[in-house]
């Protein structure tokens, strides 16, 4: 029903930056939030950062002040900017949002594939 297709991992040096952007599509009546979460290599899933419907931002306390998350210019979409990126940033990136379908009144959550961010140092 809902998609998310996440862009713009890759692989940078440490210092570096790098735009990740995620697009949901679908049957979407209402977004609630849209988040990114990591999962590194024998670690569990952890948030990263996340934008609410009335633009309110939390983020994690390893990112604060190098990452900011946003909107994109189409509905839907969340770009999430890393500056001065870590090798402990190192991780598979997924979106994730929290949404109110056009064929159910309950709220469900979908999950994109992943983009894969590796920082070398």
């Known amino acids: 029903q809902v998609q998310l297709v996440e862009f713009g991992g890759g692989l940078v040096q440490a210092g570096g930056s790098l735009r990740l952007s995620c697009a949901a599509s679908g049957s979407i009546w209402k977004m609630h939030a849209m988040r990114w979460y990591r999962q590194a290599p024998g670690k569990q899933r952890e948030l990263v950062a996340g934008i609410t419907s009335d633009d309110s931002t939390n983020y994690a306390d390893s990112v604060k002040g190098r990452f900011t998350i946003s909107r994109g210019g189409a509905q839907n979409t969340v770009i999430l900017q890393m500056n001065s990126l870590k090798s402990e940033d190192t991780a598979v990136y997924y979106c994730?949002?929290?949404?109110?379908?056009?064929?159910?009144?309950?709220?469900?959550?979908?999950w994109g594939q992943g983009t894969q961010v590796t920082v070398s140092s």
């Open positions: 994730n949002a929290q949404v109110v379908t056009t064929t159910s009144i309950h709220q469900s959550e979908y």
